[in-house]
Nanobody, 123 residues
């Protein structure tokens, strides 16, 4: 079973930046599509960003496009989410996600989830 451990959440002022990290267990990290989802209070969990197995292809929700960047380092079994120009509406619990195979998020469904990292953006 793949385990995902997130870090880097916190409180930041509007316009600031945060970088989330997600470390994956196992020896097959490079065989998984990776992504980030987020869930605001009282709302559904929604897709934010996805990345292909090699890291060569990325895909973003319109709400974060141009501000967030997803990347991965397969040698370190780690995926990142760089968040710039943060807005209060970005406040949510952010979840790292993984799925075996090649089909990209958001069309695919995750097999594994991280525990979630709280990101709070103040006005």
């Amino acid at each position: 079973q793949v385990q995902l451990v997130e870090s880097g959440g916190g409180l930041v002022q509007a316009g600031g930046s945060l970088r989330l990290s997600c470390a994956a267990s196992g020896r097959t990290f490079s065989s998984h599509v990776m992504g980030w989802f987020r869930q605001a209070p009282g709302k559904e969990r929604k897709f934010a960003a996805g990345i292909s197995r090699s890291g060569g292809t990325t895909y973003y929700a319109d709400s974060v496009k141009g501000r967030f960047t997803i990347s991965r380092d397969n040698a370190k079994n780690t995926v990142y989410l760089q968040m710039n120009s943060l807005k209060p509406e970005d406040t949510a619990v952010y979840y790292c996600a993984a799925r075996s195979g090649a089909t990209m998020f958001p069309l695919d469904v995750p097999d594994y989830w991280g525990q979630g990292a709280q990101v709070t953006v103040s006005s």
